[in-house]
């Protein structure tokens, strides 16, 4: 239940392109979705997120989608571009008894090709 | 957003020993957390580090092998204990700030040889 599931492992996208990532969670405690983006030899960086009361989140060329009742959310990078090269982590957080937690997707590697 | 400060940034160290990760936010904060992130892999949630009081430790992490200070609203560490090779690891410090966002430092990052 405390699982973030999160796909694909990998995406290379050309330059300009759409570059999707797609998450799914099962505990209804979640009530808030971050993505993370995290280069090579740093730590993750906060990127963009979402409250479950919201269907669509945009900044810049990204954009989260969230789909309450099927319980998945994704990350789409518009006009995709090879500094965008990088690992994102979809995750999900909540309050509750046992204090604040965020769990995190396994991460999708994603190549831009010039 | 909080920064976050982390010493060292990179170490390699002999198994069998002991090494202390600081992390030092420039405000105080009430949340902190520890992190690890094996080579490739995700963000697995080490313990909570509370103020003034004993770190809440998620499952498969225990206080002998990895003790965590807390003294101050700013500051804490972590101890990684009798490393083995297994532990080499990025160990990642960070804080809750603002409602349910959290945000980290640069990584520590251990090689156990």
């Known amino acids: 239940q405390q699982q973030v599931k999160q796909s694909p492992q990998s995406l290379i996208v050309q330059k300009g392109g759409i570059s999707i990532i797609n998450c799914a969670y099962e505990n209804t405690a979640f009530d808030y979705f971050p993505w993370y983006q995290q280069f090579p030899g740093k730590g993750p960086a906060l990127l963009i997120a979402i409250r479950p009361d919201v269907s669509e989140k945009k900044e810049g060329r990204f954009t989260i989608s969230f789909n309450k009742s099927a319980k998945q959310f994704s990350l789409h990078i518009m006009d995709s571009q090879p500094g965008d090269s990088a690992t994102y982590f979809c995750?999900?957080?909540?309050?509750?008894?046992?204090?604040?937690?965020?769990?995190f997707g396994a991460g999708t590697r994603l190549f831009v090709k010039a | 957003s909080a920064v976050i400060s982390q010493k060292p940034s990179r170490d390699i160290c002999q198994r069998g020993t002991s090494l202390t990760i600081q992390c030092q936010v420039d405000s105080q904060v009430t949340m902190m957390f520890w992190y690890r992130q094996q080579p490739g892999q995700s963000l697995t949630l080490i313990a909570t580090a509370n103020q003034g009081s004993e770190a809440t430790y998620e499952s498969g992490f225990v206080i002998d092998k990895f003790p965590i200070s807390r003294p101050n609203l700013t500051f804490s560490t972590l101890t990684v204990s009798n490393m083995s090779p297994e532990d080499s690891s990025i160990y990642l410090c960070?804080?809750?700030?603002?409602?349910?966002?959290?945000?980290f430092g640069e990584g520590s990052w251990l090689t156990v040889v």
């Open positions: 995750a999900a957080s909540s309050t509750g008894t046992g204090g604040f937690k965020t769990i």
């Open positions: 960070s804080v809750q700030s603002g409602a349910n966002t959290i945000y």
